[in-house]
């Protein structure tokens, strides 16, 4: 069976060598080992060896879902002469405070160097019966399965600049069950510079090592939130609230806004989840249509004909998904107007920012233009480290944020201590990885422009100018079942204009090493048609 060759739409690698898949195996091994030792009384291994004898605990039968989920009211926002407030729905869980927190969720910790990763461990919160936290005698076995987690890192450094990755460990690789001296470099005396790179390094390992896998702060931790807040000009830690991706953002912001009777405005074509969330909230939703016919041009006195005196929702993509477009600043600066006119919230996905093709074509972020604005964020597209799960939302509005974190609470809570660390380091170098992925996708771009040229029969497309990602027309019967057998017989992945509403579209990704076999095998396959 051939394996089929992604046109992705994030920069990632391609897939691990033999080697590394059996240092992976390794790895896994040591984990379980370490994971057995944390939890020797729940987890039993059984007797090897003649004559021994299985002993294995019959399976708990769960309870019925019905009988443990209660009825969940959404907060929503309601609007009254004036600026508008949010007003959550009576629940006895909503609004409640996250141990250790102060009135926002916003654990107070000093200031610190983010880059001087010594250990930030916290003493005990004295409200916390320990239960999910683990007793003093699992210090010991969480840093086990931390240092082997340090080994991950290490084995997996390619996956981030060197200039990133050192700062976790020895610039060679370890296996997953050897020890490692304090000093990381055993020739750490032979300069004055190396000397001080294995000093930070140790300082790191030591971050990672007392790192506390219990809850974190349901906002983000204060690392992140700072790294994050650099991205804008006008946004502080404080302004921001960290999710496990993107989509949580759209699900949590369009939960807490819309309901029955509301109405919302969503430029389509777009990531399925803005539209179809909104819909299912049950508000009224109108379609701010673009058109291949017009080269996807913004059409602004449709949108104003749409908005309502009480619309409470406008979504926006800029860079846009699908067609890897930025709409024009003056365009963005109209959205603002009429958004702020109205008091209606802006939501604008920007996943895709800082991957435009020419710097000079960046748009300031939309919460840096408008209070009510919220800006998305991910480190999943721009800076392809989707692995992490982390995303964010920036805005100025207390109500707004509070509104969101009101559905935060009934949806993760909270977020992975490792991603955050390893999101907020991403973050403060994310030069490296844009500087990376950029070319990435320029060089994938050359290569979409040659098919597009070789095949003018067949297929057009507005050309983008940012993100990972382009949305050709092909003229085929059906692209839906085009896209199929071509995945089928040519082992290429592209995705059907019909998950957009636009039928007679694909979209590319131009993300991922690899794609000049990818569009070879496309170009036989379509020749033969």
Same mark, same amino acid.
């Given at each position: ?39 020797? #009384?729940?987890? =039993? ?5 003649? /004559? %021994?004898?299985?002993? &294995?605990? @019959?399976?708990?039968? +769960?309870? *019925? ?93 390619? #996956?981030?600049? =060197? ?5 976790? /460990? %020895?610039?060679?690789? &370890?296996? @997953?069950?050897?020890? +490692?001296? *304090? ?347």
């Amino acid at each position: 069976m051939t394996a089929a060759k992604s046109i992705s739409t994030s920069p990632t690698r391609m897939p691990n060598s033999p080697a590394r898949c059996v240092t992976s195996c390794a790895i896994s091994a040591a984990l379980t080992r370490a994971f057995v030792g944390m939890h020797p #009384r729940v987890i =039993q291994v059984p007797p090897t060896g003649p /004559g %021994s004898k299985s002993t &294995t605990r @019959a399976p708990r039968r +769960r309870a *019925s879902s019905a009988a443990v989920m209660p009825a969940i009211p959404p907060p929503r926002i309601a609007t009254s002469t004036g600026e508008p407030t949010v007003k959550l729905r009576s629940h006895p869980a909503v609004g409640r405070r996250h141990p250790g927190t102060d009135r926002k969720g916003d654990r107070c910790e000093e200031d610190r160097d983010p880059d001087h990763l010594e250990s930030d461990r916290k003493e005990d919160d004295p409200a916390d019966d320990g239960g999910d936290q683990g007793t003093n005698g699992d210090e010991e076995r969480h840093a086990t399965l931390l240092r082997v987690g340090v080994t991950l890192l290490t084995v997996g450094r390619a #996956r981030i600049p =060197q200039c990133v990755s050192h700062r976790f /460990g %020895s610039s060679t690789g &370890t296996t @997953a069950t050897s020890s +490692r001296p *304090s000093s990381c470099c055993p020739r750490a005396t032979a300069s004055r510079s190396r000397s001080r790179s294995c000093s930070r390094s140790s300082r790191r390992r030591a971050r990672l090592d007392a790192l506390r896998l219990g809850y974190t702060e349901v906002r983000g931790s204060d690392e992140l939130r700072a790294a994050v807040a650099g991205l804008y000009d006008r946004i502080e830690p404080t302004d921001v609230v960290t999710l496990a991706a993107a989509e949580e953002g759209i699900f949590a912001l369009e939960t807490a806004l819309l309901g029955p009777g509301d109405h919302a405005v969503v430029e389509t074509p777009c990531y399925e989840s803005g539209l179809s969330v909104a819909r299912a909230t049950g508000a009224d939703v109108d379609l701010w249509r673009r058109s291949y016919a017009d080269g996807w041009r913004h059409d602004l006195v449709e949108l104003e004909r749409l908005l309502r005196d009480d619309t409470r929702l406008v979504y926006i993509a800029t860079p846009h998904n699908p067609t890897g477009i930025s709409m024009p600043r003056s365009v963005l600066d109209r959205i603002v107007e009429l958004c702020a006119e109205r008091g209606t919230v802006l939501l604008c996905d920007e996943v895709y920012r800082e991957l435009e093709h020419d710097h000079a074509e960046r748009l300031p972020a939309a919460c840096d233009l408008y209070e009510r604005a919220v800006s998305l964020g991910s480190v999943s597209k721009t800076y392809g480290l989707p692995g992490l799960r982390t995303g964010w939302i920036a805005c100025r509005n207390e109500s707004l944020r509070d509104a969101l974190v009101g559905v935060k609470l009934y949806t993760t809570i909270c977020s992975s201590a490792p991603s955050e660390l390893l999101a907020a380091l991403a973050l403060r170098h994310r030069e490296h990885l844009v500087e990376r992925n950029l070319a990435l996708v320029l060089a994938n771009l050359e290569l979409a422009d040659a098919f597009v040229a070789s095949h003018a029969e067949l297929v057009d497309w507005v050309r983008p100018n940012a993100a990972p990602i382009g949305f050709p027309r092909f003229r085929v019967p059906d692209t839906y079942a085009f896209c199929e057998r071509l995945a089928a017989e040519a082992g290429v992945l592209l995705l059907p204009g019909e998950v957009y509403d636009a039928a007679g579209h694909v979209r590319f990704g131009l993300g991922r090493v690899g794609a000049a076999d990818a569009f070879a095998r496309l170009g036989t396959y379509v020749s033969t048609l």
